[in-house]
């Protein structure tokens, strides 16, 4: 893993990104991946700085929600994606050795595509399918710090309220996110632990960013909140591929 060297402009993105995870409920990893690998991390250190802030946004929504988790559906399903976890790493082990041009634009080609799954919300296999959503979902993980949304469209796809589907994905990431760091950290052993304390440093910024995303989410419109996400995420997809 590298050292950062742009300490402001990767606490920004991570700012907006938790902004944006908290105002869709999802997305951290597709909106901040593209820019921190612009702003120079290695493609396992912009991983890793993304999966630390999602657990600990994911732990204070797990808090809040407590009673809301159903703790046997939530080891099903990260049963799962753990499943998919290792293979992921795999993926990313073998991307990062491509060079970063080659890196990015496998990036950019992972974000058109899981935008357009979502937009679409018509993959029958991944909304009806546990096995298929979860360990896409682990592997999307594990690869590109992406398994939000796979895990999203089977949640949708189930007749839950907004506080479950919240309380639910908030478990999974509970569960599935520390190891998922153990074994990024032993993949990429080289500067595991100052990376570990650097996206630790990150964290309140990411918090900060996440409250300012619930302000957000209740002044303007879901679907037009919604509409101006995957304009976005579009364009730094198109962006990284090109």
């Known amino acids: 893993m590298d050292y950062v ?32 690998l612009w702003a120079g991390c290695s493609l396992p250190t912009a991983v890793a700085l993304v999966l630390i802030s999602s657990l600990v946004q994911s732990l204070v929504g797990a808090l809040r929600l407590r009673t809301e988790i159903r703790w046997q559906e939530a080891i099903s399903a990260t049963g799962y994606r753990l499943l998919g976890l290792p293979f992921g790493l795999a993926a990313l082990a073998l991307a990062d050795s491509l060079g970063t041009e080659l890196v990015r634009q496998v990036v950019g080609m992972a974000i058109l595509g899981l935008v357009a799954l979502q937009w679409s919300q018509r993959s029958t296999m991944v909304a009806e399918s546990k096995p298929a959503a979860f360990f896409s979902s682990g592997y999307l993980l594990g690869m590109l710090g992406m398994g939000g949304p796979t895990m999203a469209l089977w949640v949708l796809a189930r007749d839950w309220q907004a506080s479950r589907m919240r309380a639910f994905m908030f478990a999974v990431n509970l569960l599935t996110l520390p190891v998922n760091l153990v074994l990024l950290g032993l993949t990429f052993s080289g500067d595991s632990l100052r990376t570990l304390s650097l996206g630790l440093t990150f964290c309140p910024v990411a918090m ?25 995420l579009g364009v730094l997809g198109i962006t990284a591929a090109l």
């Open 5 to 36: 060297s742009e300490p402001l402009l990767i606490a920004a993105i991570l700012f907006a990104a938790a902004a944006l995870q908290s105002a869709i409920g999802f997305a951290i990893g597709m909106f901040a991946i593209p820019l921190l």
């Open 208 to 232: 900060v960013g996440a409250a300012a995303g619930l302000r957000l989410a209740g002044w303007l419109p879901r679907g037009r909140l919604r509409l101006a996400a995957y304009s976005v």
